[in-house]
C-alpha cells in the first residue's frame, strides 16, 4: 500500500480524509484503486487520456511526475497538489 496526501480541494471525495491509502504498483494504478473506493477522484486528477491535469501537481516524494505510468514502491507516499493560480 502507498499512502497518499489529499489535497483540500479533493477530501470531498475522501469523506473528510487528507490522508488515505492506496493499492498499485504505479501511480495510475494508484489512482485506478483510488477511484475504486472514492468515486470521481481520478477524473479530477487526470483527463479522458490518462495525462496529469494541468492544474495538478503528483509528486512521488520529492520527486513532481506527470507520468501515471511512474512507478510505485511499498514505501512511497504520493503527493496530489491542486495547483494555485489567480491575480
Request: glycine share 12%; proline share 3%.
Amino acid at each position: 500500500m502507498v499512502a497518499v496526501l489529499i489535497p483540500s480541494q479533493l477530501v470531498s471525495y475522501t469523506a473528510g480524509e487528507s490522508r488515505v491509502e492506496a493499492a498499485g504498483a504505479t501511480v495510475g494504478a494508484a489512482l485506478e484503486d483510488l477511484d475504486r473506493r472514492f468515486p470521481g477522484l481520478k477524473f479530477r486528477v487526470v483527463d479522458e487520456q490518462d495525462r496529469v491535469r494541468r492544474h495538478v501537481r503528483l509528486f512521488v516524494g520529492q520527486d513532481e511526475t506527470r507520468d501515471v505510468g511512474r512507478a510505485l514502491g511499498p514505501r512511497d507516499e504520493l503527493m496530489i497538489f491542486g495547483a494555485l493560480s489567480g491575480g
